[in-house]
């Protein structure tokens, strides 16, 4: 059994952790992100917005983009908890690009196919410098298809794809172009997180167990990288430190995205 989490000791990366990142493209931080007070509110939040999306029809792996529909969990993308572990990779000016709740049902969770984060993204960041903070909702591990990453594999970022069918994406990297013998599992406590680099290839299996599996993958990206503006575009990113150096269009974190819902609705593309 895991050894219970700290309350209040929140997650940091060692000197040895930052170095590790940039030569293997990931980290695991020991302690919880949040203080568990926190969490316990986001934990709780989540399952009021997972019960609202399941009665929309949604599947629950594709809760994309939620906090274009609600700006509270903004309270916790922002955090100065999370924006410490950020910073000692990417440097102190740093914008929200994304976040995700990718949560795998018991029984029936869809896995998530061999990718990198940054062939979804190609073309649209100028240097394509993106950090995912992958946070366990609930517990992940290899009984209920925690995520798993190839270290070292974030030297290229754009591998040639095949059509998969029955997965989260519909597209996975060509089998036999990396070894996939050398995966590391990122098993977590409810709490933990793992830090990856965007062109690492990660994925993970079908939760066929009778636990849910949830992460909140929080996106984000030094404020010195321009981000290739598509006109009329409802896409917002946002400042969460420091300064915006490359002059990128910023949205207000203290509203819903409103171009976003009256293009989508509650039916947003499927997304990464």
């Known amino acids: 059994m895991n050894a219970p989490l700290p309350a209040n000791a929140t997650a940091t990366l060692s000197a040895d952790e930052i170095a590790g990142f940039h030569r293997e493209g990931y980290a695991l ?3 919880p992100v949040y203080p568990a007070a926190d969490f316990a509110r986001l934990q709780a939040t989540f399952e009021h917005l ?3 999306w399941i009665a929309r029809g949604g599947r629950p792996e594709a809760m994309d983009v939620p906090h274009f529909y609600h700006p509270e969990l903004m309270q916790w993308l922002l955090h100065p908890a999370v924006l410490d572990l950020v910073e000692p990779l990417i440097g102190p000016d740093i914008q929200l690009f994304s976040s995700h709740f990718i949560c795998k049902p018991a029984g029936d969770g869809k896995r998530v196919p061999w990718h990198e984060d940054s062939a979804y993204w190609r073309g649209q ?8 903070v992958w946070l366990a909702i609930d517990d992940s591990d290899l009984g209920n298809g925690c995520m798993h990453v190839i270290p070292g594999s974030h030297r290229d970022g754009y591998s040639a794809y095949d059509a998969v069918e029955g997965a ?3 597209s996975e990297i060509r089998k036999g172009s ?3 013998h050398r995966a590391v599992p990122c098993i977590l406590q409810a709490g933990q997180c793992s830090l990856h680099h965007a062109k ?3 994925g993970s299996a079908a939760n066929t167990s009778s636990r849910r599996r949830c992460g909140y993958t929080m996106r984000f990206i030094s404020a010195a990288a321009k981000r290739a503006q598509v006109r009329n575009e409802p896409f917002q990113i946002y400042q969460a430190r420091g300064r915006n150096l490359a002059g990128n ?7 819903a995205n409103q171009a976003w819902i009256s293009h989508y609705g509650w039916d947003p593309p499927k997304g990464h």
Request: hydrophobic share 40%; charged share 25%; net charge negative.
């Open 125 to 132: 960041w100028d240097p394509m410098e993106v950090v995912t």
């Open 29 to 31: 931080p020991r302690n």
């Open 249 to 255: 269009a910023l949205g207000d974190p203290t509203r």
């Open 178 to 180: 990396f070894d996939d």
């Open 50 to 52: 997972l019960a609202d």
């Open 200 to 202: 690492t290839i990660h």
């Open 168 to 170: 989260v994406f519909g």
